[in-house]
């Protein structure tokens, strides 16, 4: 049975004409580096952001290196600008709609290949490749088949009216462990175009449940002590659209009305802070916030799960939105550089620092994971995740943005063989966050 609806799953994909991908969308854009010294630059960098609504893939507020998506018909005049300006640039790649076409490809290769031999288990899911939204949902209803103590839910809709699909996991309780245990939440492709966040998150979620059936130290402590609710794929619709139409499209599906731009950053459409720096009120934006807070279905859905916890009496001590890329594990504050860090500043920075060590040390990934205060460490960013798992409802002291692999060579483009490495380190990391928890945190 699902043999059949993983051949008819390819099949569509691969006949709406639409592969790779409807149309030459990304034709002769660049991503081009800049590297930036000076503020005035950064500045000169906004300005151009906001006056050409160019798609930067790393944010230019802090002194880094800034990666931006140029299009076609701006190449030449954006590197005549850089050149006047006397900003160092380097062409990262010279024509994404040919890393796109790669990488479309390698995915329908690789499920084409799979569909062949056909999945029967869940043994033969194949976590080494980008799988598309379907089947994210039918790996959580096979995991929750295999594990009697996992549960798939429905946490919401998305616009479009796809289900958002919800693992719990709820262990039985170590004896040390508080009655109810303290949640922990993971989320994944709030950004649809990160593939690598739900393939990470997938990864190391069958990776613990495996190994508590195995009876390993680590796996049976952590899930003994804390119940896990796991959204692997927020933004279904976004998700879904770059598997059929746009590759990078970051947003969500939702149109707004009076405008021609479809789509809000559910990543600013939190109530925390909303509508503060770092975030657009036009709809049109990569960063636009929505018309109000939460008027998405998906970030709703995200808030209304924690309304029922909180009601429930339920405790939730950690709360993780991953996204890619750049190697960062982000805490509060996200909304300010200048805030006053909060009180619980110091614990979550050792916990992430703990995260970053172990992510560090399993595949000594190049460039490492850097930890740090959002907005301090990166940009401000208001109406985020980090800060409303924080500050708002979830109230989860251990808050974060964990940015996974790479560093920009590919960006959002990934290839499909560094999903198993990431997968491994963010493992490694999960435990090592926990245990911190555990240790310092855990009434
Ligand atoms: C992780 O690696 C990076 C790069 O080497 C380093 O800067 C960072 O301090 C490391 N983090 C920890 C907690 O060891
Ligand atoms: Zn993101």
């Not at 990160?194 to 613990?208: D, Q, R, Y």
Request: aromatic fraction near 12%.
């Amino acid at each position: 049975m699902k043999f059949v609806v993983l051949l008819a799953a390819v099949a569509a994909l691969s006949s709406a004409a639409s592969f790779p991908g409807k149309t030459e969308h990304y034709r002769g854009n660049q991503l081009i580096r800049i590297t930036v010294e000076y503020e005035e630059d950064l500045k000169w960098l906004r300005n151009i952001e906001e006056k050409m609504n160019l798609d930067f893939w790393t944010d230019p507020s802090t002194i880094r290196p800034v990666d931006v998506m140029v299009p076609r018909d701006f190449t030449s005049e954006f590197k005549r600008m850089l050149n006047k300006r006397e900003l160092y640039y380097k062409v990262l790649r010279q024509d994404l709609q040919d890393d796109v076409d790669n990488d479309l490809a390698e995915a329908m290769r690789a499920l084409q290949k799979k569909a062949r031999i056909g999945i029967q288990t869940l043994d033969d899911f194949d976590y080494s490749i980008y799988h598309p939204f379907d089947e994210i949902q039918q790996w959580a209803t096979d995991v929750a088949n295999e594990y009697s103590f996992v549960t798939k839910f429905k946490f919401g809709e998305t616009y479009e009216g796809r289900e958002i699909g919800a693992l719990e996991i709820a262990a039985p309780a170590n004896a040390m462990a508080s009655d109810p245990k303290p949640v922990v939440y993971f989320e994944g492709g709030i950004h649809a175009r990160e593939w690598i966040s739900p393939a990470t998150v997938m990864f190391f979620t069958g990776k613990l449940l495996e190994m508590y059936n195995n009876g390993d130290a680590d796996a049976r402590r952590v899930l003994g002590m804390f119940d896990l609710h796991i959204v692997p794929s927020l933004n279904g619709d976004g998700y879904v659209f770059t598997w059929t139409d746009e590759r990078l499209w970051r947003k969500s599906r939702q149109p707004n009305p009076d405008f021609g731009c479809v789509g809000t950053d559910l990543n600013r459409n939190f109530d925390a802070f909303w509508g503060q720096n770092g975030a657009s009120p036009w709809p049109c934006s990569i960063v636009y916030r929505g018309f109000t807070p939460l008027n998405n279905p998906e970030t709703t859905a995200v808030d209304a799960h924690f309304q029922a916890l909180k009601a429930a009496g339920r405790v939730t001590k950690v709360f993780i939105d991953w996204h890619s890329y750049s190697q960062l594990i982000l805490a509060p504050w996200s909304y300010s550089s200048a805030a006053e860090l909060p009180a619980e500043s110091e614990n979550q920075l050792a916990a992430a620092a703990a995260m970053a060590a172990a992510m560090n040390s399993t595949n000594s990934v190049a460039g490492g994971y850097i930890h740090g205060p959002s907005a301090r460490l990166l940009y401000e960013a208001s109406g985020a995740s980090n800060d409303y798992g924080f500050a708002s409802t979830p109230a989860a002291t251990y808050t974060y943005v964990v940015e996974l692999r790479d560093t920009g060579e590919y960006g959002f483009v990934l290839p499909a063989d560094q999903i198993l490495p990431s997968g491994e380190e963010s493992y490694d990391g999960v435990i090592a966050l926990l245990d911190y928890v555990i240790n310092n945190d855990y009434d």
